[in-house]
């Protein structure tokens, strides 16, 4: 019996050189007033991306028969294993029981009877798993988990660009930038650096739901903005010596009042995908499963509710459901798959639009005061898990306000302002 089996992490020997192509299209035009207009497209293809995940991981099937039966016994008001019936009910055989793997005491405990309720057939096999390794539920019995490296990861890329310019004339400087963009992928992960976004477990949402069914990791990538606005400028005031306003100033006056200028910055970008996730180990040990989406999804937007830190892009009670017998009189968004499904396609939600301002010379960051709240999968009090607490809640990233990257990132950091006098000698 092997209850504690080491971990592995290993690289596949046939190894590829990831590689990404790139191909575009731009036409420009010259316009009146300074101005350059420019269209173009852009795409992108990359091959053989690292992937990391669980190659060595615990699956329900052998064993679907029996959780199948437990969950009907129990139904029929009898244990899990088939005992304690009522007068005249018949059990369902269980054959993990009957074939000696495990024995009645074990899954008649109330874990067990936990993982019948939530249909978690993975969380009861990894448990299985670990008292005897008589039910051969992984590939390799020696180690736990074996993370896996290869290359075998793909992506796409498409984005209509518009860009308009105005050189620096007559003391103004703008630009402005509109991408229009899609990216796919089947995992969005640093496979290595957990600083990085790696790190996968089995609740992270970033994590394969099952290794044998990377098709249904295909979708948005977890870093997609569909939409993306970038507006600068720069405007020389015209005050000073031969300016519109105190043109006639002697030098001492327009050291002072000459020179300065007002540069802004404004950025548009849409939410990020995510997934809601079950919370629940439907299919195998490795991963949790996705929620199924039922009826019509919901609309993301942030409120507040009751009991909650900071807002929430769903109604922790009202936007899932957990099927039982019965129940109505509420919505239903979100439900816990049933046994060995694994759920909803990845990313199949999106967090509200991102936008900050700052100005310069008085240099503001979010000048607005505009809340840009994270999206649950990378909030550090929120979760995508309907199981959680803090499902749905959006608050709030760990930043080290008050620098530039983070405001901008993030938008959690408090409006900022700064006087600053630059001398140039």
Same mark, same amino acid.
């Given at each position: 019996?092997?209850?504690?089996?080491?971990?592995?992490?290993?690289?596949?020997?046939?190894?590829?050189?990831?590689?990404?192509?790139?191909?575009?299209?731009?036409?420009?035009?010259?316009?009146?007033?300074?101005?350059?207009?420019?269209?173009?497209?852009?795409?992108?293809?990359?091959?053989?991306?690292?992937?990391?995940?669980?190659?060595?991981?615990?699956?329900?099937?052998?064993?679907?028969?029996?959780?199948?039966?437990?969950?009907?016994?129990?139904?029929?008001?009898?244990?899990?294993?088939?005992?304690?019936?009522?007068?005249?009910?018949?059990?369902?055989?269980?054959?993990?029981?009957?074939?000696?793997?495990?024995?009645?005491?074990?899954?008649?405990?109330?874990?067990?009877?936990?993982?019948?309720?939530?249909?978690?057939?993975?969380?009861?096999? /990894?448990?299985?798993? !670990?008292?005897?390794?008589?039910?051969?539920?992984?590939?390799?019995?020696?180690?736990?988990?074996?993370?896996?490296?290869?290359?075998?990861?793909?992506?796409?890329?498409?984005? /209509?660009?518009?860009?308009?310019?105005?050189?620096?004339?007559?003391?103004?400087?703008? /630009?402005?930038?509109?991408?229009?963009?899609?990216?796919?992928?089947?995992?969005?992960?640093?496979?290595?650096?957990?600083?990085?976004?790696?790190?996968?477990?089995? &609740?992270?949402?970033?994590?394969?739901?099952?290794?044998?069914?990377?098709?249904?990791?295909?979708?948005?990538?977890?870093?997609?903005?569909?939409?993306?606005?970038?507006?600068?400028?720069?405007?020389?005031?015209?005050?000073?010596?031969?300016?519109?306003?105190?043109?006639?100033?002697?030098?001492?006056?327009?050291?002072?009042?000459?020179?300065?200028?007002?540069?802004?910055?404004?950025?548009?970008?849409?939410?990020?995908?995510?997934?809601?996730?079950?919370?629940?180990?439907?299919?195998?040990?490795?991963?949790?499963?996705?929620?199924?989406?039922?009826?019509?999804?919901?609309?993301?937007?942030?409120?507040?509710?009751?009991?909650?830190?900071?807002?929430?892009?769903?109604?922790?009670?009202?936007?899932?459901?957990?099927?039982?017998?019965?129940?109505?009189?509420?919505?239903?968004?979100?439900?816990?798959?049933?046994?060995?499904?694994?759920?909803? !396609?990845?990313?199949?939600?999106?967090?509200?639009?991102?936008?900050?301002?700052?100005?310069?010379?008085?240099?503001?960051?979010?000048?607005?005061?505009?809340?840009?709240?994270?999206?649950?999968?990378?909030?550090?009090?929120?979760?995508?898990?309907?199981?959680?607490?803090?499902?749905?809640? &959006?608050?709030?990233?760990?930043?080290?306000?008050?620098?530039?990257?983070?405001?901008?990132?993030?938008?959690?950091?408090?409006?900022?302002?700064?006087?600053?006098?630059?001398?140039?000698?």
């Amino acid at each position: 019996m092997l209850t504690n089996a080491p971990a592995l992490t290993v690289f596949d020997q046939n190894f590829k050189l990831p590689t990404v192509h790139e191909w575009s299209l731009t036409i420009q035009r010259e316009l009146p007033g300074g101005f350059l207009a420019q269209v173009g497209y852009v795409g992108r293809r990359g091959l053989r991306l690292q992937r990391a995940y669980d190659v060595n991981q615990i699956n329900a099937d052998p064993i679907l028969p029996s959780f199948i039966a437990m969950q009907q016994n129990v139904g029929l008001g009898c244990n899990p294993d088939g005992t304690g019936c009522p007068s005249g009910v018949a059990p369902r055989p269980v054959p993990i029981v009957a074939n000696g793997i495990v024995t009645g005491a074990f899954v008649n405990t109330s874990t067990t009877r936990t993982d019948l309720t939530q249909n978690g057939a993975g969380n009861f096999a /990894g448990r299985v798993e !670990q008292t005897t390794l008589a039910a051969h539920l992984r590939p390799n019995q020696q180690f736990g988990v074996i993370t896996y490296l290869d290359s075998g990861g793909d992506s796409y890329y498409h984005a /209509g660009q518009l860009t308009l310019r105005k050189s620096f004339s007559q003391g103004l400087l703008f /630009g402005l930038a509109y991408t229009y963009g899609k990216s796919i992928d089947d995992q969005s992960v640093d496979p290595v650096g957990a600083s990085s976004g790696g790190g996968l477990s089995t &609740t992270n949402s970033r994590t394969p739901v099952d290794t044998r069914t990377w098709r249904n990791e295909r979708a948005l990538s977890d870093f997609n903005r569909t939409h993306v606005v970038t507006i600068n400028s720069v405007y020389e005031l015209p005050i000073g010596r031969g300016k519109m306003f105190a043109g006639s100033a002697n030098g001492f006056v327009d050291r002072i009042i000459g020179g300065w200028s007002l540069a802004g910055l404004y950025t548009f970008q849409s939410g990020e995908p995510f997934s809601v996730t079950s919370g629940i180990r439907t299919s195998n040990f490795s991963h949790v499963s996705r929620a199924d989406i039922v009826s019509t999804k919901p609309d993301v937007h942030y409120h507040d509710a009751a009991g909650a830190f900071g807002p929430v892009v769903f109604d922790s009670v009202s936007a899932f459901a957990i099927p039982v017998a019965g129940a109505t009189g509420r919505p239903q968004h979100f439900l816990r798959q049933v046994v060995l499904e694994y759920g909803s !396609q990845r990313n199949q939600e999106y967090s509200d639009p991102r936008a900050s301002s700052l100005q310069f010379r008085a240099e503001a960051f979010n000048a607005l005061n505009h809340p840009n709240f994270d999206n649950p999968r990378d909030a550090s009090v929120g979760s995508p898990n309907i199981q959680s607490s803090v499902f749905a809640g &959006t608050c709030c990233a760990t930043v080290a306000p008050p620098t530039t990257q983070t405001i901008i990132q993030t938008g959690e950091s408090p409006r900022v302002i700064q006087l600053a006098l630059k001398l140039d000698f």
